[in-house]
Every structure is written in C-alpha cells, then in structure tokens.
C-alpha cells in the first residue's frame, strides 16, 4: 500500500486568509454598527466633508465582504474557483469604490491594504499552483 500525501496549503496561504476572514469579520461587525447608528455616522461623515454612506453602499459592501469570506474558504478547501472568485471580488471592490467616491486620494490611500493582500495572495497561490491546478488533479488520478 503506497502512503500518498495529500499537497498542503502553505503557510503564506493560510496566513492571507486568516487576516482576510479578520478583516470580514471586522467589515461585517462595522456593516452591523452601521445599520444600527446610520444617522450619527452620517453626521459625522457631513462633519468630516466626506460624502454620506447609503444603504445600497452598505449593501454592497456586505455582499462584496461575504464573497470574499466565501472565496478565502474555498482557497483553504483547495478549490480553484476560490481563486477566480477572490480576485474577481477584489478588482470588482476596488472599481467600485473608485466610481462610487471619485477619483481622490484617501480613496487610494484605502485601496493600499487590499491591494498588497490581494498580491500577496497572488504570489502565494503561484507558488502552490500544483495544488489548485486542474491539469495535475486529472494527471494524479
């Protein structure tokens, strides 16, 4: 009987997608804070001179937060529509929040982090490409 390891998610992988699911969960806990004291946040938004938050931006943020838990979950299930999904959420969220608030530089500033995750994933998923390769799945079997 021949003892066959299973390929592993890396270290760099797993790392990514524990911080990401933190940041969800952060961003899901701030959708609920949000929905709760709408008027104070946009009050102090209108105070800031920062455009005011609607609901259909929270929504849209909330949907755009799950996609991406979802996605981080099926890259830790070794899935390749994982990847397609997550990055997919990422260039969609980042488009997003350019047209939504303009072109302005707080904008980029916000759009660092995800960003830097976002290519750190990427460089971590192509150094285990072989585990999310469809092409190696259908050789080894």
Not at 53 to 77: D, E, P, R, Y
């Amino acid at each position: 009987m021949e003892n066959v390891q299973k390929p592993k998610v890396g270290a760099g992988i797993k790392t990514m997608s524990i911080i990401q699911l933190v940041f969800s969960f952060v961003g899901l806990w701030n959708i609920k804070s949000y929905f709760v004291n709408n008027d104070k946040t946009n009050a102090a938004l209108r105070t800031l001179n920062l455009p005011e938050v609607t609901n259909l931006t929270i929504t849209i943020g909330l949907v755009f937060t799950i996609v991406l838990a979802v996605s981080v979950i099926l890259i830790l299930k070794k899935k390749e529509l994982g990847i397609y999904i997550y990055f997919i959420t990422v260039v969609a969220n980042i488009v997003y929040s350019i047209v939504n608030v303009g072109f302005k530089p707080f904008v980029l500033l916000s759009l660092i982090v995800p960003v830097i995750m976002a290519v750190l994933m990427g460089i971590f998923i192509w150094k285990k490409k072989e585990i999310f390769s469809t092409e190696t799945k259908n050789i080894e079997v």
